[in-house]
Structures are given as C-alpha cells and as structure tokens.
C-alpha cells in the first residue's frame, strides 16, 4: 500500500528509477481499480502523463505493467506501440488490446524485429499471417510456419510451396502443417522426389530405371493417399484438380485400387464419368459386371483397358488391399495371369503400359510379402533342409561375372 501522496513524490522524483516504480504501481492500480470514478480518473490522467517522460525506463516500467491485460487503456497502449523498439515490440508481441487494423500496417512496413514479435503474439488471424507471410522473409516466414495454431489462408500455403518448395528446409515445414492445400502437399511431394533423385548418394546406390520406377510408386502413392484423404472429408475439389491437369489416367487407377484406397479410386472415376462419387463407391462394393462396364465406359476407357478394372475390382472384392502386402501380391498376380491366358500372351497395345505397370508392381509386392517369411519359417519348423535330390556331382555353372 502506498499514500496517494507518496505515490505523486515518487512520480515527481529526478531519480528515474523512482518514477519507474511510480509509472509500474499506476498501471496496477488501474487495472484492479474497483473504487470511485474520480479516482479511476485521476490514475487514467497520470499514465497519460508517464507517457511524456524522458526515460525510457520509466515508459518501459508503464508497459511492463499494461502491455499482458485486456482492460489497459487502449489510447497508451497505441501511445507506447509508437515509443522505442524495445518499448513497442513487446507491446506488439503480448497486447491483446492490439486489433489486426492496427497490426496489419506494421506487418506491412515494418523491419524484421517487428514481423517476428508479431509472430509471438499469442493469437495471429489468418488475414495477418497472410500479410506476414507476404513481406517475402524466409525466416520469418518459417517462424510463423512452424506455429500450428495459426490458421493460414489456403492461397497463401499454395504460393508458399510453388515460391520455396526447392528448400528443403521450408519444405518439411510445410509438410508438417496439417492445413497444407492438397494440391500444395501433391507439388511439396514431387520437388522431395527430384531432390532425392538429384542427390548423389541416392543415385549411385540404384540404376537410374529402378531409381525412376521406385520413385514413380512413391509418388503414385503418396498423390493416392492425399487424395484418400480427401475423398475421406468430401472434398471433390482435389480430384477436379488431377482431372483438369491431365494427371488420372489408367496407371493411377490401378495403383489406387492396389493400394486400398477405394473412395480415392471412386472419386476418380466420379469425374471422369460425372457422377457423384457416392453412387460410384456402391456401384464397386456391390454393381453388376454389366453396370461396371457400362460406367467405365462413361469414363472414356478402351474396351481392353475396361476389361482389366473389371478384373481388378473383382479380384479386391476378395481382398483386404488397405494393408496387406501379401493379398496385393495375390491380386495382381491373379490378374496378370488371366490376361495372359485370355490374350495369349499378346496383350493389346493400349493396355501394354497399364500391364507393365502391374508387373513393376508385382516385383515390388512380392519383395514386401517375402520379407520375414523365411527366417519366420526356420523358427517354427526343427526340419533340416531337403537337399536329397541333388548328386554330391552336380554343380552349378554360372556365366562369367
């Protein structure tokens, strides 16, 4: 407790440490303040009146003591946003009384100080992060990234990742936001690709077909489950996308199917065929061959290329393809043999690149499936190895290396 007279000799003290300590106990009083009008007047007018000192000790004591409350009189926290830099960062940083009007100039103008306070401002609008964002400061700009509480504008994400998906450090940032636009996130997954395809460890541990086929299914599979996801919360607008930019076509569907993601694969053939997406998905658990081909063929599709999806729905109706490596290998090894047998081995040609897609796939399936097996097997058997059948004589003739 201090006398209001006491209190006005501090005010009026030649030592600024003392009129600190003053200005501080005015902001207190003011914001517990619970008496007589006039006397809630009276401290108003005195930390208006700290605002002309001369010390920046003192005006920093001032806003030390307003600067976290929403009942600080809004006039000298303006006043003390437009002092020094070390006064009017904080202010700009913890002052909840700050409104986007008065903060969306400063994102504007302001040097590198200011952006990042405002990015430790406990409550950032999207319409400020935007703007934020907009000044072009890379650092910053991860700042306020890294932030998953802050709402971002769709656009503003989409402009991030065309402007900084080379680096790689933005990239993984942006990733990691669980508000990236889908069609971001697709561009975010094919510049990883080329970065790792460019690295030299990358390409010197793999030939450059495998490295390309490899990151083909890496790429088919992660555009697939952006858009699993997608389909998931009834979002069309990511699957409009792949179709306007010519980016569905027969090699996707197959992968989709193969990879369990069924409502991705509906989606796809909802607009290619115009039709609504749900009708789709229970045409494909339940239609008839004939309604199958009749929407396939709605799609566009080659009567040779409509036979295989026939095929492969058939053969996944039977099949838990969302997680089991060993049901997909299955799937398309069933499904090449019968277009083997039903082609005699001449496969047409406007499905030759869609069969030797599905024969990558089986290679890369059948290694997944056999992991572990063996070593899984000896394990639960105490059988020796049947080696009976080979002649101590026999021996095997490798080529030259």
Known sequence: M???EAFAELSQSHDCEKRGQAAHLAALAYLHHNGPADEHAALYAALIAFLDDTSVKVR????????????????????LLQDAAVISRAVLQYSPILLDADLLPLAARGDQNVLVAICH???????????????GDRDVALRLLRRQD?????????DLAKKWGGDAVFRGVLLARKDLPPAARLLLVHESAESLKACRLVKGALFKDRLDRTFRNGTDTALAAIGEAQSEIGRASYVGTLLHT????????????????????AACIGALADTNSAKVFTLLQNGSRAALDALFARCGLSVA??????????????????DDDAARHYVITTLTEEMIAEFAGDIPQDIEEAFSYLSEQNIILARRAARGVMSAFARAT???????????????????A
């Open 2 to 4: 201090i006398e209001y």
């Open 60 to 79: 920093a004591a001032l806003a030390y003591g307003l600067l976290h409350s929403a009942q600080s009189p809004r006039p000298v926290i303006l006043a």
């Open 121 to 135: 401002r406990q409550s950032i609008s999207p319409r400020l992060a935007t703007a934020v964002l907009a000044r």
């Open 150 to 158: 802050v709402p971002m504008d769709a656009q503003a994400l989409n």
């Open 246 to 265: 010519n980016q569905i076509n027969t090699r996707l569907l197959i992968h989709a199917v193969i990879s369990g993601h069924a409502l991705f694969f």
């Open 305 to 322: 290329s409509r036979q295989l999806l026939l095929r492969l729905v058939s053969l996944a109706r039977t099949a838990d393809l969302a």
């Open 382 to 400: 105490q059988r020796p190895m049947d080696l009976s059948t080979l002649s101590s004589k026999e021996r095997l003739h490798l080529p030259a």
